[in-house]
């Protein structure tokens, strides 16, 4: 226990905050890893498609992960740096085979070495099915195509995707989360929403039917606001899916990145968890639009941790990053988002909670700024950094040198 710490502990005892059980609930919190960071969301797909779906990396930094393997060895390195025990969330399009199935072909088999790294590794995978960057996407149209045929075909792959979910599910003995989220929009203002939002209704009832075990998978809907490309309407709005979650009590997913730009999503939680029984959260940082920018230790990402801590809603939101930034070392933007994430975790943990919301509850407003204002000089880099020292991890120089020899090693790559 260093000097820092101690003096930290002692800091925060004085407001009736115990440093211990901050960091013990830290530790209880998974933080399901995007997988897509890796590779500038290329995917692995042997028989592949084409982008779209207004996702898109930019940059050409050297060492992205060209293959699973390669995947696998950099979540490896970063898992390392990062404290605690976490989760790996994969898509679909990251199938690890030789085989060459479409879309409404793939089987749990195509996972295999993913799902053994993972039961080795004790990481918990989530799964997501991809309605982009393929041929029949192109019109970024998916579940509310006007062609039956094309939604169809995206029906079955959003099918055996739960199917796959749901087999992983099994086969861990525990849940994942499947989350949702189709490009469908509209580039110019359209004449009919109404049928494109009775379509992806219609399709999205279909593909959730097959029934399985809440215990193995829980489905999450993800909306938006708009996208490259589809600019006038996305059919699958905050709106719609609100709706749809609570009509079909599944998990609303709230992207960061999918709302109005002066809007808070953090705001949002407490709002839709009234209704919602399970949230999936994407942290992510959107600059203008929905840019997918590394998440920072910034305020945005404070008040999220707060409302998760203050509204009691940890226990019912499942943790997940979304954003890929193609200018900087992709296992840097891995570590750097992650740690954040619960930086800002840490810090809402550490927070006189008790003190905080009697003030508001007598309206005394003056106290709670006061509060508020003075909390932010208590010493927390003290306490992430004991945090980090007992899992082994480093922080400051010793953590940048790591992630550059990383990122050297890798740089190689052709
Ligand atoms: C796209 C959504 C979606 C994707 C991932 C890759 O705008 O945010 O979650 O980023 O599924
Ligand atoms: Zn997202």
């Known amino acids: 226990m260093t000097k820092a710490y101690d003096l930290a502990r002692e800091a925060f005892a004085e ?125 970024n149209l998916t579940l509310s195509h006007p062609d039956q045929g094309i939604r169809d075909f995206w029906i079955e792959h959003g099918a055996r995707c739960r199917e796959i979910a749901a087999g992983i599910g099994t086969a861990f003995g525990s849940q994942r989360v499947i989350n949702h989220w ?45 996208g490259i490309g589809v600019e006038a309407m996305t059919v699958g709005s905050h709106e719609f899916y609100l709706g749809y979650a609570i009509r079909k009590q599944i998990a609303l997913c709230l992207d960061m990145g999918h709302f109005h730009p002066t809007e808070s999503v953090a705001d949002k939680l407490s709002a839709v968890a009234l209704s919602v029984q399970d949230l999936l959260l994407h942290v992510s940082r959107p600059m203008r639009w929905d840019s997918d920018h590394v998440i920072l230790l910034n305020d945005d990402i404070l008040a999220m941790a707060q409302e998760l801590v203050f509204a009691g809603l940890l226990p019912r939101t499942r943790i997940g990053l979304d954003y890929f930034d193609a200018t900087i070392s992709r296992t840097a933007a891995w570590v750097i988002g992650v740690r954040n994430m619960q930086k800002a975790l840490l810090r809402a943990l550490l927070l006189p ?7 508001e509850g007598r309206l005394d407003y003056t106290a709670r700024l006061a509060l508020t204002e003075e ?25 940048i040198l790591g992630l550059e020899r990383y990122q050297a090693k890798v740089a190689t790559r052709g």
């Not at 399709?203 to 998978?217: F, T, V, W």
């Not at 909670?353 to 003030?359: D, E, F, G, P, W």
């Not at 306490?383 to 899992?391: N, S």
């Open 15 to 139: 407001w009736g905050v115990n440093t211990e059980a901050a960091m013990t609930a830290l530790s209880k919190i998974a933080i399901s890893v995007h997988c897509w960071q890796g590779d500038d969301v290329g995917g692995f797909e042997r028989k592949s498609g084409s982008s779209g779906g207004g996702i898109q990396a930019t940059g050409n930094h050297p060492g992205r992960a060209r293959n699973p393997a390669e995947l696998r060895a950099d979540l490896d390195f970063a898992y390392g740096l990062i404290p605690g025990k976490h989760r790996l969330n994969l898509h679909a399009f990251y199938m690890d085979t030789e085989e060459t199935p479409d879309r409404d072909q793939i089987e749990l088999r195509h996972f295999t070495p993913w799902v053994d790294w993972a039961k080795d590794r004790g990481i918990g995978l989530d799964f997501n099915p991809t309605f982009f960057a393929h041929a029949k996407a192109d019109d």
């Open 182 to 226: 189709v490009p469908d929009g509209s580039k110019d203002i359209p004449v009919d929403r109404m049928a494109a939002r009775e379509r992806l209704w219609a399709s999205l009832d279909a593909m959730l039917a097959p029934g399985h075990d809440r215990k193995h998978m829980l489905d999450a809907v993800e909306s938006k606001l708009f």
């Open 353 to 359: 909670q008790a003190r905080l919301k009697a003030t």
């Open 375 to 399: 909390l932010k000089d208590l010493p927390f880099a003290a306490v992430w950094a004991e945090h980090c020292a007992r899992a082994d991890c480093p922080t400051g120089a010793a953590l």
